[in-house]
T-cell receptor, first 116, second 114 residues
Framework: AQSVAQPEDQVNVAEGNPLTVKCTYS??????LFWYVQYPNRGLQFLLK??????LVKGSYGFEAEFNKSQTSFHLKKPSALVSDSALYFC??????????????FGSGTQLTVLP | ETGVTQTPRHLVMGMTNKKSLKCEQH?????MYWYKQSAKKPLELMFV???????ENNSVPSRFSPECPNSSHLFLHLHTLQPEDSALYLC?????????????FGPGTRLTVL
């Protein structure tokens, strides 16, 4: 089985401050990890992914995430938050083991609010 | 979300109605997906099509019937729905369903069942 936990329903941060949105995962094989963002009345947009290689992954709009195998975490970070970053963020995982047919499992989402 | 379009964007229907949701992708992908998004719940995968073949039905009630006539189009036929089926229905596509490629989502259809 595979699962994703986003322990915070809501994260508030002041504009210009660094932001972190937390994600932990559970998967039996090799994890493929993704972050998506959803703005109001829109579909999900892909931000970044970890498949293999460097643990620090850089993505769109200045976001990055760090894969930590020992802590089974994949936290999303940005050095300086913008008001326009306010949105709903989803972490997702799938088992990347060869032959695995499991599809993406999404977390329940974290609402990020950046205060001006 | 550009590249994946969904129509209609909003739909209100009674429990005895029959309606269909349409999804079209212009990305040359081979896999398409239907998800259900309800408030305060994780996205629920409903159906997966890979090269026009249905590869996953996630225990979805038969009142939801998918159709994939080609790799660019995906439909969700709705019949005798319940109020608890009210949700945002998202379509997505990817290069194929077995790869590590990201999925591209449409804007969704907001469905309200009265």
């Amino acid at each position: 089985a595979q699962s994703v936990a986003q322990p915070e329903d809501q994260v508030n941060v002041a504009e210009g401050n660094p932001l972190t949105v937390k994600c932990t995962y559970s998967v039996s094989g090799n994890p493929y990890l993704f972050w998506y963002v959803q703005y109001p009345n829109r579909g999900l947009q892909f931000l970044l992914k970890y498949i293999t290689g460097d643990n620090l992954v850089k993505g769109s709009y200045g976001f990055e995430a760090e894969f930590n195998k020992s802590q089974t975490s994949f936290h999303l970070k940005k050095p300086s938050a913008l008001v326009s970053d306010s949105a709903l963020y989803f972490c997702a995982v799938r088992d990347g083991t060869s032959g695995s047919a499991r599809q993406l499992t999404f977390g329940s989402g974290t609402q990020l609010t950046v205060l001006p | 979300e550009t590249g994946v379009t969904q129509t209609p964007r909003h739909l209100v229907m009674g429990m005895t109605n029959k309606k269909s949701l349409k999804c079209e992708q212009h990305l040359g992908h081979n896999a398409m997906y239907w998800y259900k998004q309800s408030a305060k719940k994780p996205l629920e995968l409903m159906f997966v099509y890979n090269f026009k073949e249905q590869t996953e039905n996630n225990s979805v009630p038969s009142r939801f019937s998918p159709e994939c006539p080609n790799s660019s189009h995906l439909f969700l036929h709705l019949h005798t729905l319940q109020p608890e089926d009210s949700a945002l229905y998202l379509c997505a596509s990817s290069w194929d369903s077995s790869s590590y490629n990201e999925q591209f989502f449409g804007p969704g259809t907001r469905l309200t069942v009265l």
